[in-house]
């Protein structure tokens, strides 16, 4: 029998007409005879009025009591969507976190899921029950109830459509759907009817924020398509899917996303010796600091610059880490600039980066917005600019890549029996219809593969002034040029002369040398014996210390990185292409990758 979970977020369960029209499509989907699990959230604002209760009760609420506070939120949820249900005529019945067995670990306010036992919703649904799950809500191995941090219920949600084997997992919110980018700092931002995981992830935790990026991630992980649409509407929302059934033919650019708060810091001269780079970044991860972008260009005089950002609040003791650790390795100092912000445009299109490089470049440029770093992955490109700039930017490469106008391209067909889904998904036992046992935890960190690029050549600027307009001219020259370009880095400038690296197939580079050398940036040096190795997976955003592991493993063997950039879903780093096959493997036993990734 088909099967439905539908999550329905704190302003969609306010009051108790809400709480009546959410049961209605429960009901509606019930009668359809699909199976129903309804997850959902606390009303409106109880969450945030029993944060505020205990603040004014203890300066520190411990932990555990905060989860024993927080969690009665979604229980009165659970029981007055029961009623609801049950007022209307179907039979239905509340459960919270312990009683369905979702079971965390220890780690209160911010849990994950370690295991969810099914028997008891699915007796429940066999016995033609709605089954109201309350969601953020979990207990540990000593029954202590946990939750899993702020807008968990969506995790909750795409879990349990994991585990149960749903067809779909329907989130309805109070926006239509995912769009192009934040309506409130782009009014022109439009709805996107199809988004793959790993678009949503890139523009997820960069604030398009419309769902917690757990749930994408798991949801990833476990192939669970995902529905986001309006509780108030009964118009198709956003469908966020596998790649396969979200690439559109002739669409480079999905969305468009701002990181308002960040802070940067760079750490100047750094010795260009294996294994500086992880002692740097180890201080960092040990006091739990989440480091966001991450820049080192090549070096120059036996030194290199390395520049990440970081939440505008962890700045100050971020700063007192770094500055320890920048002494520890001998480096010549460390900078910081609190007001930055972060500007990415995001989509599987851009296969190379060459086009979106210069269109997004060039129009920046035009508005006179200077480009601080650059950094890209598979399907991103991010920029860093001052703050005050921020959403100028974001409006001007929203416009410039026609976000703002009717999609164009072709989709594939889509529907519940063309869908690509994930031989990851934990099945059902057919016969009984038991638990999936699971053999990690269902959120732990998966790293999916390991990379070695071979094919290409490092191409480096070393005198790019820190002006508006410079990569715009690099980048339309390399376009016309007819070039491919993969990784971008470009690191904030010293004394204000910056380097552009980025790294073009081998055979292409001599061309990208001539194209760019007209344009008076002084020397203009190729690389040709580099290897590119890349570390991809779910989880690396939310889960400190993956650069720190990659950097950690390189640095023991001896590995000299020249270059690193990294995006919400990959780390890539540039090697000597000698050192290639070695780095590959080494990253490979480090996060234990068979043969086949
Ligand atoms: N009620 C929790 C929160 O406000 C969980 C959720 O709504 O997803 O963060
Ligand atoms: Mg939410």
Not at 65 to 86: C, F, K, R, Y
């Amino acid at each position: 029998m088909p099967l439905l979970v539908q999550k329905f977020g704190g302003t969609s369960v306010a009051d108790a007409n809400k709480i009546l029209a959410a049961a209605r499509r429960a009901i509606q989907a019930h009668q359809k005879g699909q199976q129903v699990v309804v997850v959902v959230s606390a009303r409106g604002h109880t969450t945030d009025e029993l944060i505020e209760l205990a603040k004014e009760i203890h300066d520190h609420p411990p932990a555990r009591e905060m989860d024993m506070l927080l969690s009665t939120g979604e229980q009165i949820s659970v029981a007055l969507m029961a009623m609801a249900i049950q007022s209307l005529g179907v039979p239905a019945i509340s459960f919270t976190g312990a009683q369905i067995g979702l079971v965390t670990d220890s780690f209160h306010t911010k849990a994950r899921i370690r295991n969810i036992s099914t028997e008891r919703m699915i007796q429940a649904l066999n016995d033609g029950k709605v089954v109201i799950v309350a969601g953020f809500q979990g207990i540990d191995q000593d029954y202590n109830i946990t939750t899993l941090g702020r807008g968990g219920s969506d995790t909750s949600a795409v879990a349990l459509a994991a585990v149960l084997g749903a067809d779909a997992c329907e989130i309805y919110t109070d926006v239509d759907g995912v769009y192009t980018t934040d309506p409130r700092v782009v009014p022109e931002a439009r709805k996107i009817d199809r988004i793959s995981y790993d678009e949503m992830l890139e523009l997820a935790s960069l604030g398009a924020g419309v769902m917690h990026s757990r749930s994408i991630e798991f949801a990833k992980k476990f192939g669970v398509p995902i529905h986001v649409r309006s509780s108030f509407s009964d118009a198709v929302g956003t469908w966020i899917v596998a790649e396969a059934d979200a690439k559109r033919l002739g669409v480079m650019v999905t969305g468009a996303a701002l990181a308002k708060d960040e802070a940067r810091i760079t750490v100047h001269r750094v010795p260009d010796r294996p294994g500086v780079v992880h002692s740097l970044f180890q201080s960092i991860a040990e006091a739990h600091i989440v480091v966001d972008m991450i820049v080192q260009n090549v070096a120059t005089d036996g030194t290199a610059e390395i520049s990440f950002t970081v939440d505008a609040a962890d700045l100050p003791e971020t700063l007192r880490t770094v500055e320890n650790a920048a002494r520890a390795i001998g480096a010549a100092g460390v900078a910081h600039q609190a007001e930055v912000a972060k500007v990415s445009v995001v989509g599987l299109g851009m296969r190379t980066h060459t086009g979106v490089a210069k269109l997004m470049f060039e129009s920046l440029a035009q508005a006179g917005i200077n480009i601080q770093m650059i950094t890209t992955s598979e399907i991103k490109i991010s920029v860093l600019v001052d703050r005050p700039s921020a959403a100028l930017a974001l409006r001007t490469v929203h416009k410039a890549f026609d976000l703002d106008r009717e999609a164009q391209g072709v989709w594939p067909p889509y529907s519940v029996d063309t869908r690509t889904v994930s031989p990851n998904r934990p099945m059902q036992d057919a016969e009984n219809g038991t638990v999936a046992t699971l053999s990690q935890g269902m959120e732990e960190l998966v790293i999916s593969g390991a990379e070695l690029d071979e094919t290409q050549a490092c191409v480096t600027l070393f005198h790019v002034p820190d002006q508006p307009g410079y990569a715009g001219q690099v980048f339309r020259r390399i376009a016309d040029a007819g070039v491919f370009v993969d990784m971008i880095v470009q690191n904030v400038s010293t004394a204000g002369i910056t380097h552009l690296s980025f790294t073009v197939p081998r055979e292409q580079a001599e061309l990208a040398t001539r194209a760019v050398s007209g344009i008076g940036l002084g020397e203009v040096r190729v690389e040709p014996e580099i290897a590119k190795l890349s570390v991809l997976g779910v989880g690396m955003r939310t889960h400190t210390g993956v650069a720190t592991r990659m950097f950690g493993a390189l640095g023991d063997r001896g590995i000299n990185i020249v270059l690193i950039n990294t995006s919400e879903v990959r780390i890539n780093v540039v090697t000597d292409l000698g050192q290639g096959k070695v780095a590959h493997d080494c990253l490979r036993e480090v996060f234990a990758l068979n043969e086949s990734s």
